[in-house]
């Protein structure tokens, strides 16, 4: 069950992000559910004791953020079209996933950076 700020922040997710949303949501729940989800810094976070993967909705994208780190320069040389700012992903409706490099990367955010990136 989610602590009620977060249900309360999913609830307020524009309809035209959501489904982007959703899916970023779901690919770190199913591949992380150890993680404890909680509302830091007024985003929904995934949560362990060596580091935090957030998302939040923006006006015209929805963000990833980690914890900056290595992970991050890894990621954008494999997908340099993925718009990046400090520490985050930004994803649009249209915005193309790759499933495979982003559960890496969280991967790698989640344990702080133990997790080795290909």
Partial sequence: MLPEAVAQYLETIPVAQ??????????????????????????????TDQGWVSLATQKHHVSLYTCGGPWMQVFQAKHPKIKTGKGCLRFTATSLI??????????????GGRHELV
């Fill in 98 to 111: 790759p499933e495979e490099d982003l559960i890496e990367l969280v991967q790698a955010a989640l344990e």
């Fill in 18 to 47: 959501r489904p982007i949303y959703d899916r970023l949501w779901q690919l770190i729940a199913r591949h992380h559910p150890g993680a404890e989800v909680k509302l830091w810094y007024r985003m929904p976070t995934f949560k």
